[in-house]
């Protein structure tokens, strides 16, 4: 009889933490807080000594979350975090709802080069947490490199030219002040480049050694956009004149190397 007992009482407490143990389950899948961030790009990148590389994190709300419920859809706290001895970090902003992206700014050092860096990216939000991982391979400047940011300052130049009397609704204009980064070309005969306003991220690519005179540049809105929404195609004329026009941003970039 005791142990018939025993055996209801062991039943019982089995259902009863089980229950609780579902409904617990059900519950913190279910939590409003729940997010992912996303990092662009998400694989190991290339840096050169002295120049930005510039990551972008997005935060995405899980979808099947009801919307309405507490916390959902409110700020998620980033932090990042990477050696300061080797690179020096700036990041903005510190919180981002969906549809907002904060933008890091990696400048590696000398004492870098040849050598490997990770950068920590974390978002937080009502206690719960992701981690993201970002290599970043770090060499020193070239020749090369010189030679690709001069040639690019050159259609930079006259790009802005043309934005600024044809589209002044951008705030783009001669005067404006740019930083050059340098990003790697997954192409041999594809040169590509970066620069950076207070406001606009400015990507430019061209053939190099050829004779192919159509150059792509596209522009991305810092830290709203994470993806570029104006594109454009430079075409050299009568190797003196260049012709600009409205292009897909999907045209304007390969997708592996926008970033």
Known sequence: MANKVLLIAI???????????????????????????????????????????????????????????ESYGEPVSISVAVNDEV???????????SGRVT????????LSADSTLTVLIQGERGGLKELKFITVNVRELTKDIEDAEAHATGLR????????VNHPELNITEE??????????VSLDTKYYLFYSSNW??????????????TTIYLRHRYEESVPSLAYELT?????YYRVRPISTKNAFAEAVWR
């Open 11 to 69: 039943v019982c407490v089995a259902v009863l933490v089980g229950f609780m143990l579902y409904h617990t389950l059900s519950y913190t899948t279910a939590l409003p807080n729940q997010f992912l961030i996303e990092v662009t790009p998400d694989r190991p990148v290339d840096a050169i000594v002295g120049q930005k590389c510039v990551l972008i994190v997005n935060v995405i709300d899980n979808e099947n979350i009801l919307e309405g419920r």
């Open 87 to 97: 690179a020096s970090l700036t990041y903005y902003p510190k919180k981002i709802s």
């Open 103 to 110: 933008e890091i700014v990696v400048i590696p050092k000398a």
């Open 157 to 164: 130049n006259e790009f802005t030219s043309w934005i600024a």
């Open 176 to 185: 404006t002040c740019w930083v050059g980064a340098h990003v790697d070309s």
């Open 201 to 214: 991220e400015m990507g430019i690519s061209w053939r190099e050694g050829s004779t192919h005179n159509h």
């Open 236 to 240: 050299l004329l009568d190797d003196e």
